[in-house]
T-cell receptor, first 113, second 111 residues
Framework: DAGITQSPRHKVTETGTPVTLRCHQT?????MYWYRQDPGHGLRLIHY???????DKGEVSDGYSVSRSKTEDFLLTLESATSSQTSVYFC????????????FGPGTRLTVL | SQQGEEDPQALSIQEGENATMNCSYK?????LQWYRQNSGRGLVHLIL?????REKHSGRLRVTLDTSKKSSSLLITASRAADTASYFC???????????FGRGTSLIVHP
């Protein structure tokens, strides 16, 4: 398996609280992605990063922010969690934009009550 | 909106049979990829086919791409119970190499 971990793996939180999910890679890949997976929607891209401090929005970025201060870490923050953000969150990495085979982390199951 | 859509949504077969699932997309692409997801796990990359390729093989997997019809198919031959999983296609959108995923096909292989 590619060296990619996510923390925490499970989290239950209350509406309105901030939440940060962490993705850590040991592959030195340039690109990192955050997806959410919901029944009936497949995987939807939230944000991605193409280098340290270089990020861009995906199709469902509202309510989420990201940061990447080091190559190996990509953080996803829900500033004020809502029940609609209950989901399974996956981090992925790829070597480059052109060689875009992605390696996925194990996922974080987030429940917002 | 989804760039790629898999069909069928669900497929149930017996071990030893072949499984075929399809992916249709809307705009021109650079690459198309297929991934597998076992229950409760992350996605695993299976195969990538470039827009100038028509067919690719990897073990028991065969992928075809028809850019004129904007469609791809994934064939799993001699399926096994261990092939039970969801299968996703991922496409980029011409000018961007960022892959976007369909909703997936759920495959059940009965032993």
């Amino acid at each position: 398996d590619a060296g990619i971990t996510q923390s925490p793996r499970h989290k239950v939180t209350e509406t309105g609280t901030p939440v940060t999910l962490r993705c850590h890679q040991t592959e030195n890949h340039r690109y990192m992605y955050w997806y959410r997976q919901d029944p009936g929607h497949g995987l939807r891209l939230i944000h991605y990063s193409y280098g340290v401090k270089d990020t861009d929005k995906g199709e469902v970025s509202d309510g989420y922010s990201v940061s990447r201060s080091k190559t190996e870490d990509f953080l996803l923050t829900l500033e004020s969690a809502t029940s609609s953000q209950t989901s399974v969150y996956f981090c992925a990495i790829s070597e480059s934009g052109l060689i875009n085979e992605q390696f996925f982390g194990p996922g974080t199951r987030l429940t917002v009550l | 909106s989804q760039q790629g859509e898999e069909d069928p949504q669900a497929l149930s077969i017996q071990e030893g049979e072949n499984a075929t699932m399809n992916c249709s997309y809307k705009t021109s692409i650079n690459n198309l990829q297929w991934y597998r997801q076992n229950s409760g796990r992350g996605l695993v990359h299976l195969i990538l086919i470039r827009s100038n390729e028509r067919e690719k093989h990897s073990g028991r997997l065969r992928v075809t791409l028809d850019t004129s019809k904007k469609s791809s198919s994934l064939l799993i031959t001699a399926s096994r119970a261990a092939d039970t999983a969801s299968y996703f296609c991922a496409t980029d959108r011409g000018g961007s190499y960022i892959p976007t995923f369909g909703r997936g096909t759920s495959l059940i292989v009965h032993p």
